[in-house]
């Protein structure tokens, strides 16, 4: 399960942890996902991501709308004589 842990609480528990795997194995290395900086690259990254994603569907879904708008237009010019 995924526990949403502090950084002291979840360094406390990796302690703890490790102390109940060395009982019978070796444990080289462990890390949090605090000290961990993929994870923390990854979620300080995305915050400049969502907007700029975001700004680039509305100028997508406008351009698509006025691309829509003018081959309506010239639709109904073109067809008008039939109407």
């Known amino acids: 399960t ?5 950084k002291k609480p979840a360094n406390d528990k990796l302690k703890d942890l490790i102390k109940i795997i060395m009982k019978k194995n070796v444990v080289i290395d462990a890390v949090t996902s605090y000290d961990n900086h993929c994870i923390t690259y990854l979620m300080d990254d995305m915050d400049g991501d969502v ?5 680039f569907m509305v100028i997508l879904f ?22």
């Open 62 to 83: 406008i351009a698509l709308a006025f691309v829509s708008a003018v081959q309506i237009k010239s639709m109904i010019e073109k067809e008008s004589s039939v109407i």
């Open 2 to 6: 995924k526990n949403n842990l502090t």
């Open 51 to 55: 907007p700029t994603m975001t700004t």
